[in-house]
């Protein structure tokens, strides 16, 4: 259920993604009503962005908004407003809560100075993290615009992948599996078996981080005694918990690996 009454969030939201959508979804689960502000033209036009000319103009951006709202939460009160400051509507009366991304935390804090200097309480601040595209970076519309990634955060760029393994019986698996997550990829195998010690756990960590020197990505794949594997998937920024693929056939692993590295996100419209 809902725990504010007005809940108010703001960007620029522009190549629509899975990262815009997480903050939307997270603005209807918390607020009765919602207000997005939409940056409008103007504003851009006295805060450039890197790559300002290929944002989509406000129309546009904030049509979109309103659809992903209509078809996400049809009969809900939620506003899309033109954003022409930092702060918009976030600072007025009636704002119970204000959604922001790992990102722009700052930004919240600001708009309670705002609120304070202009005698009102501050609101929680609801902080979204960021979403991961598939090469454990952030989605963003930079990155979308530049052509590394697509809405929903698949990458389409060239990358390269480490990868550390202790049972060369697995490589075609895995080559498969990254040949259809990233086509544009390209991958270098390298065997540590006897080499690496401890549990399948310890010995993914390692491989992985051993494998992430000139690479974009690394995983490391250590086969259980029992049955299945231990994948650790990370990047230069971010590295991810050891998950677990069950026992069986070589084609076990690689679809267990099909759903690591293409995970199921909601289409953003």
Not at 57 to 85: C, H, K, M, N
């Amino acid at each position: 259920m809902p725990r504010f009454r007005h809940v108010v969030l703001g960007g620029t939201f522009d190549r629509f993604h899975v990262g815009h959508a997480a903050l939307l979804a997270t603005a209807f689960r918390a607020g009765r009503s919602v207000s997005v502000g939409v940056t409008s033209d103007r504003f851009l036009a006295d805060h450039p962005k890197p790559g300002i000319r290929s944002i989509q103009p406000f129309a546009t951006r904030s049509r979109i908004v309103r659809r992903w709202i209509r078809a996400r939460y049809p009969g809900r009160e939620g506003a899309v407003v033109p954003l022409d400051d930092a702060v918009g509507r976030s600072a007025e009366d009636g704002v119970d809560a204000l959604v922001v991304s790992s990102e722009t935390v700052a930004g919240g804090r600001a708009v309670n100075a705002r609120r304070r200097r202009l005698g009102r309480r501050p609101v929680p601040l609801l902080v979204v993290p960021l979403v991961l595209a598939d090469d454990l970076r952030p989605v963003s519309s930079r990155r979308i615009r530049a052509g590394e990634i697509d809405a929903e955060g698949r990458r389409r760029g060239p990358i390269s992948v480490g990868v550390g393994l202790d049972d060369s019986r697995d490589r075609p698996a895995v080559a498969a599996a990254l040949g259809r997550a990233f086509p544009w990829g390209t991958v270098r195998f390298g065997y540590v078996g006897g080499r690496t010690r401890g549990s399948a756990r310890k010995r993914a960590v390692a491989l992985a981080a051993a494998e992430l020197r000139g690479h974009d990505l690394a995983l490391g794949i250590a086969r259980k005694e029992r049955s299945g594997w231990t994948v650790v998937e990370r990047s230069p920024v971010v590295a991810l918990d050891p998950r677990s693929i069950p026992g069986g056939p070589a084609s076990a692993l690689r679809r267990g690996l099909d759903r690591i590295l293409r995970p199921s996100r909601a289409k953003p419209l």
